[in-house]
């Protein structure tokens, strides 16, 4: 019996071996998806962190295992604040070098300087982003019957932290930082099921009923007071041009007070929903719909048949 051991074990070495050669062969063909420099590479659960953190600092007391009370509050903002400055100058540090078009011959001082100043503009946005945050919790609030209370909008509702993650990570965007906005909302879509590109705009008092399947292109533009339920989409009408499109309006424009119901989809950088519009569920636009306007599929016939007309066969035949 020991010697049958040894000689699998050899005969998996060899086959070992033969698997190594095959992935070495197919890492020199295919440079485009390995990295070597691995100190500069973001690190995801790093980046999970960051936003855990961001969300116990703007939803103060809320989250977190530490207690808040109003003698402590200076101490407990301080704290999260120098761990967020910290490890976020970091991760962006990381970030700009890992660029494609990052200047060659910027020294290691100027990437630090750089991410540094970047850290404290997106740190001097979190008062705002804590501002229009509040709009989304009343807008929730308001806007949804089955809410008790604004602590089980907070607590509970996914759309609450899509959005929250989604407002943070477009402050990133819009200070050119690469790829972290990105994982950001990223997180965001795999816990939630909603995804927002961090380059779309959102005015305040947004709210997503429940939720999943929301997705919001890169260049949408969505005004204030807007309601959208699951199954959205805010989408392009091609993306054949690939990288040539890259910097062209390709989503659509929704203006305030708008409400889409679930399953609809708008696609189209000119495609402008005006103010006050009702988006009807399942509906499919690709053109402007003009202010004050409501859009409804007309509803198909419907067949209400009792049990013994059920069971006919040419039921069954028209089912199938």
């Not at 890259?246 to 929704?254: A, C, E, S, W």
């Amino acid at each position: 019996m020991k010697g049958v051991g040894t000689a699998v074990t050899k005969n998996n070495d060899v086959d070992i071996r033969q698997l190594v050669n095959a992935l070495i062969d197919s890492y020199r063909e295919e440079e485009e998806i390995i990295k070597l420099k691995a100190e500069n590479k973001i690190n995801a659960k790093v980046i999970v962190d960051i936003i855990e953190n961001l969300r116990c600092l703007i939803f103060a007391g809320y989250f977190g295992s530490k207690r808040l009370k109003s003698d402590s509050m200076e101490y407990y903002a301080g704290e999260l604040l120098e761990y967020l400055s910290y490890n976020l100058q970091k991760q962006i540090a990381k970030a700009l070098r890992n660029q494609k078009d990052a200047v060659e011959d910027e020294d290691e001082t100027e990437v630090k300087n750089r991410a540094q100043g970047i850290t404290y503009a997106f740190l001097e946005r979190l008062p705002e982003v804590r501002r229009l945050l509040a709009a989304d919790v009343v807008a929730a609030f308001d806007g949804d019957p089955a809410a008790y209370s604004k602590d089980e909008i907070i607590l509970c509702y996914p759309s609450i932290f899509a959005i929250m993650v989604s407002r943070l990570a477009h402050e990133l965007y819009l200070l050119k930082v690469p790829l972290i906005p990105r994982m950001m909302t990223e997180h965001a879509h795999s816990v939630t099921g909603i995804d927002i590109h961090p380059g779309a705009t959102i005015g305040h008092h947004f709210f997503i009923d429940h939720g999943t399947g929301i997705v919001v292109g890169e260049t949408t533009i969505i005004g204030n007071h807007v309601k959208v339920y699951q199954g959205v989409t805010l989408g392009a009408l091609s993306t054949r041009g690939g990288q040539v499109l890259k910097g062209v309006k390709r989503h659509p424009t929704i203006e305030d007070h708008v409400t889409i119901y679930s399953g609809a989809s708008i696609f189209g950088g000119g495609t402008v929903i005006g103010e006050g519009v009702v988006i009807g569920s399942n509906a499919f636009i690709t053109k402007s719909v003009p202010g004050q306007t409501r859009v409804s599929i007309k509803n198909p016939e419907l067949q209400y048949l009792n049990d013994q007309e059920a069971n006919r066969e040419e039921f069954w035949d028209f089912m199938i």
